[in-house]
Structure formats: C-alpha cells, structure tokens
C-alpha cells in the first residue's frame, strides 16, 4: 500500500524579470481643414487593445475639453496652428506617445 502513494516536491526558482512589451503606432496625423467650425480628426492613432488619452493643442497651449479623436475648431483658435498628441497604454506594455505636426493657422469661413 505505501506504493501506492507518490512522493511529490515541489521545485522553485528565483524571480524571472519579463521586460514590458512594446506598443506600436504609427504616424501620427490631422485629417481636416483647419477652418473655424470645421472638425479635425485624429489618423493613425487606434491601437488595438490600448487605452488612448487625446489632448489638442492650439499654440502650443492645451484646449480646454479637447480630449476626443474629433475636435471641432472654434474661434478661440483663430490664426492659431493647432497639433494633437495621443498617449495610449496597456497593461505589461511600455506607454507609447505620438504628437501631430502643426496644422496651418486656422482660418475663418468663407
């Protein structure tokens, strides 16, 4: 009978460090004209599985409520460049950052 039972151990070894992976995107752009109330729409900046965090800028400052994949221009943006930047992260992946090149000035309509 005492065959019958197996002896077990167990065996452990020391901590093994996983380097987080990488997210990739690509470039990072504006679709649109920048008129005042036209929208602008961020490309090239989806990536699967991530979470995404979306500031405009105009002038270089933040725009207020501006944190969509769209903005729509305003007036307060008038005669300004306006640029993008997206931030996206996911678990065990290392946070990727993109910014857009300058628009032109935002005109008015015509």
Known sequence: MDDYYQSSRTVTSGAVLVAPGLLSGGRLLI??????????AVRGAPIAGAQLRVQWYAAGRKIRGATSLRWTLRKAQLHQRVTVRVVASAPAYETLVRASPRTAKVVRRR
């Open 31 to 40: 679709a649109g004209r920048p008129v005042v109330g036209r929208t602008l």
